[in-house]
């Protein structure tokens, strides 16, 4: 019965283990996951391994990452 406790992890304990982009993305589902990895210029799984907290971005990609979405807002709030 211990397969029943390690899956019974409630949902406060892993959203700890997420990421800031993953409360972000989920948020804003219209933004694209793959979309802004081209925009930055690295792979998809890398992005998305940032996203769910597999994988720490350093201090400068993460202010990239941040800057690159500022970009799409600023762009978005162009239109019209």
Do not use: W
């Not at 930055?40 to 971005?57: E, H, R, V």
């Not at 800057?67 to 807002?73: A, F, M």
């Amino acid at each position: 019965h211990k397969e029943r406790k390690k899956s019974g992890r409630n949902s406060k304990d892993s959203m700890e283990d997420k990421s800031e982009f993953y409360t972000l993305f989920k948020a804003f589902p219209e933004i694209n996951v793959a979309g802004i990895a081209r925009r930055l210029g690295i792979k998809q799984s890398l992005m998305a391994a940032y996203i769910c907290g597999t994988k720490k971005p350093s201090l400068t990609r993460r202010k990239e990452i941040i800057n690159e979405l500022h970009s799409l807002g600023k762009a978005l709030l162009e239109v019209g």
